[in-house]
């Protein structure tokens, strides 16, 4: 058997497990993007490049941050951005799984223990098997069992510092955490916190600062907000206290040897954040529909998940994706989600609810649905 021979198989495996995958082009009524504000493809953003190419901004950096890859605007953005979320310091990433994948792999020491929620990103979990800190999982959303985690650990003769990671809105499930639960869990045990803000950012809390919006400040905690989804750009912004950041650019691999994210990018993230501060009526606009998406699908049976993100779980694979098929044929882009980035037997359908679609389509989806299911 040759080396393709290996890699065909595997790819048949898949296609017969209904796990196979393949990129496919836009097409229809968004009901799939993370651009929750429709900021993606805005004369907001579009006019910001624009400025920024007009007086001089570069497309690429030319480097790594800690050579000459560091730019005025990679600058200014971390200086705006750590005021505008009432962070002592942020720092500019190309995505928001590095981001993810810097901390984990940083931060932990190997006397620490990483306390994770049993959804968390996956891109959490890449930076876990870098780190030299072990990790354990807790079941989702149960502050009670991280509680629980923390003494069996201490009793087993634990002594470093625990980080409890967490998502605020999980990507798949739509749900939020108990956000001031973990914040007391924190102050209560000595802990350092771990945020993830990634579907929150732009798209809730006061200005689009996300859920844990005033957790910033404090000494304990850790936040990342992605660019490249409510606001419509590209990379991550790592919120932490100034040591920490320090730390992550002295000791992270992945920053030092990485070239630094566009200069040009970085630019349009600063308008962004300006509109995400001042737009509050985007916000209140994505809020009716996420109200329209529970009228419409409350008689489906599917229970409201109350955010943009809504789950249709049907279980099995190869239904999942026929459903997601005929959906797509009718002009609706949904998209099916399978294990591995879901449990098995929870295969499902993320309708995601943003501002590149309306009323009528929702309650279109919904009638559609009702016919196919």
């Not at 639960?181 to 579907?199: I, P, S, Y």
Request: hydrophobic fraction near 45%.
């Amino acid at each position: 058997m040759t080396l393709s021979d290996f890699y065909q198989q595997d790819i048949q495996r898949l296609e017969q497990a209904g796990r196979r995958r393949a990129l496919a082009l836009p097409a229809g009524r968004d009901f799939s993007s993370n651009d929750y504000l429709g900021l993606a493809g805005s004369d907001v953003l579009r006019g910001a490049a624009i400025a920024a190419l007009e007086r001089g901004v570069p497309l690429g950096s030319g480097g790594s941050r800690l050579l000459r890859g560091h730019g005025s605007e990679h600058q200014a953005l971390e200086e705006e951005a750590a005021r505008f979320f009432g962070a002592p310091s942020a720092l500019y990433v190309g995505s928001g799984f590095a981001a993810n994948s810097l901390l984990f792999a940083t931060l932990p020491q190997p006397d620490d223990l990483i306390l994770y929620d049993a959804l968390i990103h996956a891109s959490a979990h890449e930076g876990m098997r870098l780190s030299r800190a072990p990790a354990r999982s807790f079941e989702h959303n149960d502050v009670a069992a991280a509680a629980a985690a923390i003494a069996t650990w201490r009793r087993e003769g634990g002594r470093g510092t625990v980080w409890i990671a967490f998502e605020t809105l999980y990507s798949m499930d739509g749900d939020t955490a108990p956000v001031a639960e973990f914040v007391a869990l924190a102050e209560r045990e000595g802990t350092m916190l771990l945020v993830d803000e990634a579907h929150a950012v732009g798209a809730c809390g006061p200005q689009g600062r996300g859920l844990a919006a005033g957790l910033q400040g404090h000494d304990n905690a850790v936040l990342l907000a992605t660019c490249g989804k409510a606001l419509g750009c590209e990379g991550a912004l790592i919120l932490a206290p100034a040591p920490l950041r320090d730390f992550l650019i002295n000791r992270g691999r992945s920053f030092i040897f990485s070239t630094a994210p566009s200069p040009l990018m970085a630019a349009v993230v600063r308008a962004a954040l300006a509109a995400t501060a001042v737009e509050d009526e985007r916000r209140t606009r994505l809020r009716t529909l996420i109200d329209a998406a529970k009228t419409a699908f409350g008689p489906l049976g599917i229970t409201p998940s109350g955010t943009h993100i809504q789950p249709i779980i049907l279980g099995d694979d190869a239904r999942t994706m026929t459903v997601a098929a005929a959906l797509q044929a009718r002009g609706f882009d949904v998209r099916g989600i399978r294990p591995p980035s879901v449990p098995p037997g929870t295969a499902r359908l993320r309708v995601s609810i943003t501002l590149n679609t309306d009323e009528a389509a929702i309650h279109a989806l919904a009638d559609t649905l009702k016919e196919l299911l």
